[in-house]
C-alpha cells in the first residue's frame, strides 16, 4: 500500500481564497490530501467520528418529537444557530428556540450564544416561514446529514477544505464554488465506501484528524 505524507503548507494563509472546478489531476491531488487525514486518524477519532452524526440525529429526533415537528425543522435551527456557539450550546439554544415559540414567544424574547439575524432565523426555520434549500450546499447538506442520515450528503465545511488542500485556511478566506462542492462530495461519497463507511462518517473523522494534527499545518 502506498504511503502519504503530510507535507503542510502555509502558502497564502491570508489570501481569500476560492475553490472552483478541479481538474481530474487536481481531484488526484485531494484525494491523497485526504488519505493523509485519515491515516492521521487515531481509533478514538474513528469511533467519534462513526457516531457524531447519529448523534446528532437522535437529538433531531427527539427534539421533533418533544415539540411535536420534524427532525428536519429541528436540524435547520440548528444549523442557522451554529455560528460561533459550541456544539453543547448549539443543541441547548436549539430546544430554547422550540421552548419558546411553544409558549408564544418572539425570537427578541430570548438569548442565545449567536448572532440576533441566526436567531431570528431559526425562529422563522422553526416556524415553517422559510427553508434551508441546495442554493446554500454545506448549510443544505449538514441539515440532511442530521435530519435523516442521508447518505448522499456530505458537509463540506473549512475543515474539510483544509484537509483537501493541506493548507490552513482561515474561515473568513475560504469558500467553494457549486460545481467544487459536487465534486469533492462525490469523492469523499467514495473514498468512504471504499471503506465501508458512509459520507458522513467519512467526513467526520476527517474533520476531527484534521483539527486534533492542526499545530502540524501551521
Not at 502555509?10 to 481538474?23: D, E, L, P, S, V
Not at 451554529?82 to 421552548?99: E, H, I, Y
Not at 468512504?192 to 499545518?217: D, F, R
Request: glycine share 4%; charged share 25%; net charge positive.
Amino acid at each position: 500500500m502506498e504511503n502519504y505524507y503530510c507535507n503542510f503548507s502555509t502558502n497564502a494563509f491570508n489570501k481569500y481564497y476560492i475553490m472552483r472546478k478541479q481538474t481530474k489531476s487536481e481531484l488526484r491531488k485531494i484525494s491523497k490530501n485526504l488519505d493523509c487525514f485519515f491515516n492521521l486518524a487515531t481509533d478514538e477519532e474513528i469511533k467519534q467520528g462513526k457516531k457524531w452524526y447519529k448523534l446528532a440525529n437522535q437529538f433531531c429526533i427527539d427534539t421533533a418529537n418533544e415539540y411535536k415537528t420534524t427532525p428536519l425543522h429541528v436540524a435547520s435551527v440548528v444549523s442557522a444557530l451554529s455560528p460561533r456557539n459550541r456544539w453543547s450550546q448549539n443543541l441547548v439554544d436549539a430546544k430554547k428556540v422550540f421552548k419558546a415559540i411553544s409558549e408564544g414567544k418572539e425570537a427578541e424574547q430570548i438569548k442565545v450564544c449567536t448572532f440576533h439575524k441566526n436567531k431570528f432565523k431559526a425562529f422563522e426555520l422553526a416556524k415553517g416561514n422559510i427553508f434551508i434549500t441546495e442554493d446554500s450546499p454545506k448549510t443544505f447538506n449538514f441539515v440532511r446529514n442530521i435530519a435523516h442520515l442521508d447518505p448522499t450528503a456530505v458537509t463540506i465545511d473549512i475543515w474539510h477544505i483544509r484537509a483537501c488542500l493541506k493548507q490552513f485556511k482561515s474561515i473568513g478566506s475560504a469558500q467553494i464554488g457549486k460545481v467544487a462542492y459536487k465534486q469533492i462530495k462525490a469523492l469523499t461519497i467514495k473514498k468512504a465506501q471504499k471503506l465501508g463507511l458512509t459520507g458522513y462518517e467519512y467526513q467526520a473523522i476527517i474533520w476531527l484528524a484534521t483539527q486534533n494534527n492542526i499545530n502540524n499545518l501551521k
